[in-house]
T-cell receptor
């Protein structure tokens, strides 16, 4: 079946450095790729998303890139801060046919002060 | 306040005792979904609903039932819970379809003994 692979599973960076999390999806029909941040004890919250007709999207310190040919998309966080410490999930879905979401297994990001 | 609510937040039960986890949203969203979160496995979609009386299986539907009789409510039913259904469950909703921001509830931690 369809799956989304996410790497790394844990990532530690020094405050101010950049962090990159990578995901690969298998379903070529996927056309919507959100990233969610989950803080301890809470539900996931959307931080950025990208659609298949766009190669890159940026929102302040957060950016997402998409390579449809390679079925690969990445989250980039620049100038990391301690409050960026959380678990991050990528996901892929289709907006026609089936309407499932497939999530990656998550990346625990620690920003060291 | 726009939100997704789940009840109960915590539940300990025994094998075979039917239970229902309720989910309600006040945003007039069409799409609703249930996920389970397990360590190392990320979020896995159980069932989703595109609108009232329209439900479909996600990746891990076995042992679960859902219903969507009203737009705001999407209960998750475990007819005969088993220990392998011990997990953290999240309900989510989005305005329409699967290509929009999902808003997650606070989660329900279920333990089946």
């Amino acid at each position: 079946g369809e799956n989304v692979e996410q790497h790394p599973s844990t990532l530690s960076v020094q405050e101010g450095d950049s962090a990159v999390i990578k995901c690969t999806y298998s379903d070529s029909a996927s056309n919507y790729f959100p990233w969610y941040k989950q803080e301890l004890g809470k539900g996931p919250q959307l931080i950025i998303d990208i659609r298949s007709n766009v190669g890159e999207k940026k929102d302040q310190r957060i950016a997402v890139t998409l390579n449809k040919t390679a079925k690969h998309f990445s989250l980039h966080i620049t100038e990391t801060q301690p409050e960026d410490s959380a678990v991050y999930f990528c996901a892929a879905s289709t907006t026609s046919g089936t309407y499932k979401y497939i999530f990656g297994t998550g990346t625990r990001l620690k920003v060291l002060a | 306040e726009a939100q997704v609510t789940q009840n109960p937040r915590y539940l300990i039960t025994v094998t075979g005792k039917k239970l229902t986890v309720t989910c309600s949203q006040n945003m007039n969203h069409e799409y609703m979904s249930w996920y389970r979160q397990d360590p190392g496995l990320g979020l896995r979609q159980i069932y989703y609903s595109m609108n009232v009386e329209v439900t479909d299986k996600g990746d891990v539907p076995e042992g679960y039932k859902v219903s969507r009789k009203e737009k705001r409510n999407f209960p998750l039913i475990l007819e005969s819970p088993s220990p392998n259904q011990t997990s953290l469950y999240f309900c989510a909703s989005s305005l329409y379809g699967s290509g929009n921001e999902q808003f997650f509830g606070p989660g329900t931690r279920l333990t089946v003994l």
